[in-house]
C-alpha cells in the first residue's frame, strides 16, 4: 500500500534550476529514508541523494555536492531536490524511493518506487 511519486522534471539550459518533488503515503515505521536515484540510458541507476525522515542525516554522491540540496517537509510526507547550476551529464531519469530504516545509497536497499521524472539539461 506505500505509494511514492516524484515530479518536477522538465528540459533545462545548463546552469539552471529545478526543484523535484517526491510524496510517499502509506509509511508507518517509526522511521524511514527517502532518496533520489538517477538514470540514464544504457547506464546503470545512482544514488543521488538520501535523507533521513526523523534525524534528517543526509548523503550526496560526490557530483552533485555543492549543486544539489535534498530537503523534508515532515508535515507533507514530501521530500525535495533543489538541483542547481545543472549540467548536461545530470541528464537522466531520476526516480524517488523510499525504503524502511536508516540511510543507504544502493538501489537494491529500496522497496518502494517511484515511476520517475524526466531531467534533461541541454548544453
Known amino acids: 500500500q506505500v505509494q511514492v511519486a516524484e515530479s518536477g522534471g522538465g528540459l533545462v539550459q545548463a546552469g539552471e534550476s529545478l526543484r523535484l518533488t517526491c510524496t510517499a503515503s502509506?509509511?508507518?515505521?517509526?522511521?524511514?529514508?527517502l532518496a533520489w536515484f538517477r538514470q540514464a540510458p544504457g547506464k546503470e541507476r545512482e544514488g543521488v541523494s538520501c535523507?533521513?525522515?526523523?534525524?534528517?542525516?543526509?548523503w550526496y554522491t560526490g557530483s552533485v555536492k555543492g549543486r544539489f540540496t535534498i530537503s523534508r517537509d515532515k508535515a507533507k510526507n514530501t521530500v525535495y531536490l533543489q538541483m542547481s547550476g545543472l549540467k548536461p551529464e545530470d541528464t537522466a531519469m531520476y526516480y524517488c524511493?523510499?525504503?524502511?530504516?536508516?540511510?543507504?545509497?544502493?538501489?537494491?536497499?529500496?522497496?518502494?518506487w517511484g515511476q520517475g521524472t524526466q531531467v534533461t539539461v541541454s548544453s
Open positions: 535523507i533521513d525522515w526523523i534525524g534528517g542525516s543526509t
Open positions: 502509506g509509511l508507518t515505521a517509526d522511521d524511514y529514508a
Open positions: 524511493a523510499a525504503r524502511i530504516g536508516g540511510l543507504r545509497s544502493g538501489p537494491d536497499d529500496y522497496s518502494f
